[in-house]
T-cell receptor, first 113, second 113 residues
């Protein structure tokens, strides 16, 4: 089954403790991206990747890191999480250019205390 | 700057009523793409439709229809004869520069039986 898999689904952590949210897709998609969803703000793009080893900042990249060493994987790294990063995170992938519809993962709800 | 505005935060209707969701966008690009995504209560994000800036043809798909008007920078979405299963958050999104994507804040639609 074609899908985007995020792990974990829920995560509670403390301020400053490094964490990684994994994202994997099995559709051989070139494009992958991360979004955070906050009430009243919709989804905001954090980072995106056009292909292996090619990444760029979205609208809200501060406090996040990403890497794309393999085509299928695009982990989101929070080196020193803070409470303002408490949010619902979505990973997505698509065939290529922005006109391709996104396939989303099921989301990761992160709470930073 | 690229911007998507969904002025309606919440809409509540009784089953079988029609509901129209407004989306207004801002962009200086001549080539861009517009999307609608649905997020049902289960939380996943589902692609509904895509339009490019050169295609103003309106579209009907079952009970869903979309009205794209470049003159008013609007891409509105209508659900005809709404059903309880249409209850969801609906996001309008704007894609440009090949890889960037901006979402509106979303409109929560509640359809009451």
């Amino acid at each position: 089954e074609a899908q985007v898999t995020q792990n974990p689904r829920y995560l509670i952590t403390v301020t400053g403790k490094k964490l990684t949210v994994t994202c994997s897709q099995n559709m051989n998609h070139e494009y992958m991206s991360w979004y955070r969803q906050d009430p009243g703000l919709g989804l905001r793009q954090i980072y995106y990747s056009m292909n292996v080893e090619v990444t760029d900042k979205g609208d809200v990249p501060e406090g996040y890191k990403v890497s794309r060493k393999e085509k299928r994987n695009f982990p989101l790294i929070l080196e020193s999480p803070s409470p303002n990063q408490t949010s619902l995170y979505f990973c997505a992938s698509s065939l290529g250019q922005v006109y391709s519809p996104l396939h989303f993962g099921n989301g990761t709800r992160l709470t930073v205390t | 700057a690229q911007k998507v505005t969904q002025a309606q935060t919440e809409i509540s209707v009784v089953e079988k009523e029609d509901v129209t969701l407004d989306c207004v966008y801002e962009t200086r690009d001549t080539t861009y793409y517009l999307f609608w995504y649905k997020q049902p209560p289960s939380g996943e994000l589902v692609f509904l439709i895509r339009r490019n800036s050169f295609d103003e043809q309106n579209e009907i798909s079952g009970r869903y229809s979309w009205n794209f008007q470049k003159s008013t920078s609007s891409f509105n979405f209508t659900i005809t004869a709404s059903q309880v299963v249409d209850s969801a958050v609906y996001f309008c999104a704007l894609g440009w520069l090949g890889y960037k994507l901006s979402f509106g804040a979303g409109t929560t639609v509640t359809v009451r039986a």
